[in-house]
């Protein structure tokens, strides 16, 4: 799986040791920044990782930002970004299980390095079950994209 990691100032002290564990999962990353502690705007690393995930140059994402919520916002205005904030085990792979949810967003300052290391394992893991209920509304959400 190749996975594209984003983060903001905020997010920057976690997003390599998400790179490591993704590595260490046997998956390829694609480190879309930012490159330091310096002050950034997250809606610019956000629209990096969607735009890899719209164009199927990735198959998921991660992005990091301080709660997780303002990384969320951005992708989710990118068609085709299924982006969901997780802080726990159960949500990290019932997103994508359930709702066919494609980009982790995480809190550095909500979540240490041990637990955001748990919930990437759990969100890579995880397949959509694509049938069903599951299908039937994942497929409600797809058209809401096209008429609004």
Do not use: W
Not at 91 to 115: F, I, P, Y
């Amino acid at each position: 799986m190749k996975v594209a990691v984003a983060c903001d100032h905020a997010g920057f002290a976690l997003k390599d040791t998400v790179i490591e564990k993704i590595k260490s999962l046997g998956h390829e990353t694609v480190d879309c920044g930012c490159p330091d502690t310096q002050r950034v705007d997250f809606p610019d690393y956000a629209a990096k990782a969607g735009a890899l995930l719209a164009a199927k140059e990735v198959d998921r994402a991660v992005l990091i930002c301080g709660s997780g919520i303002g990384m969320c916002i951005a992708a989710n205005k990118i068609r085709g970004v299924y982006a969901c904030v997780c802080h726990d085990e159960y949500s990290a792979h019932q997103g994508v299980e359930h709702d066919n949810m494609n980009a982790l967003c995480l809190g550095a300052l909500v979540v240490g390095k041990e637990v955001a290391q748990e919930l990437v394992e759990r969100f890579l893991a995880a397949s959509y079950f694509n049938e069903g209920n599951y299908k039937k509304r994942v497929d409600k959400v797809l058209a809401l994209e096209e008429k609004i």
